[in-house]
């Protein structure tokens, strides 16, 4: 959601309503149904690659990284895009970022592309970011993981899960992460 309007992606296309007056617009087709928005675009993850789109829908989408093993969502900050790569295998899921802008091939190269925030994870889903720290839901593992945006440190085991545990969404504020769990006969809103 931006100050004009509020988008969602329908797994084959990414759609907004205005605030305003209520007028829907298809923006653009997407296999996705998970996007992080700022003041100018829309990001999201689609098959091996990540995507983004000025949030007017006036251009075509833009590949910000390729070749990717299966990610799936995103977050954004002030110059970072973040994802999550779910990965194939038991413990190849990946977390990463790289600028948000679109580079010449150049200066992409200059500049090192992807960065490897975390490595050898366990089906890596839910992301958000804060100030300082990225978060995200191992879903195969259960746990719920942080690491240092600027690569200082490791990642830290916020909350051991357990396999069989789903993720429903994971947010942050200035104070805590926020997260819903279902399990084999409950559901529950958790935080840290």
């Not at 700022?38 to 990001?43: G, L, P, Q, T, W």
């Amino acid at each position: 959601m931006d100050d004009k309007n509020v988008y969602w992606a329908t797994g084959d296309a990414i759609m907004c309503i205005a605030k305003a007056n209520g007028t829907v617009r298809r923006l653009a087709a997407a296999n996705t149904f998970h996007l992080a928005v700022d003041d100018s675009s829309i990001y999201w993850a689609e098959e091996d690659k990540v995507m983004s789109l000025a949030t007017t829908g006036e251009e075509v989408p833009n590949v910000l990284a390729e070749d990717e093993n299966a990610p799936t969502y995103v977050a954004v900050d002030d110059n970072y895009i973040y994802w999550t790569n779910c990965g194939c295998r038991s413990a190849d899921g990946e977390v990463k970022k790289d600028h948000k802008v679109l580079f010449t091939p150049g200066t992409r190269a200059m500049l090192g592309g992807p960065k490897f925030i975390a490595g050898g994870e366990y089906g890596p889903g839910f992301i958000a970011v804060d100030n300082t720290h990225i978060y995200w839901a191992n879903c195969k593992a259960g746990a719920v993981m942080k690491a240092p945006k600027d690569f200082e440190g490791s990642s830290v085991e916020l909350a051991p899960g357990r396999s069989y545990q789903t993720y429903g969404g994971l947010t942050v504020d200035n104070n805590n992460v926020y997260w819903t769990v279902q399990d084999q006969k409950t559901g529950r809103m958790v935080h840290s």
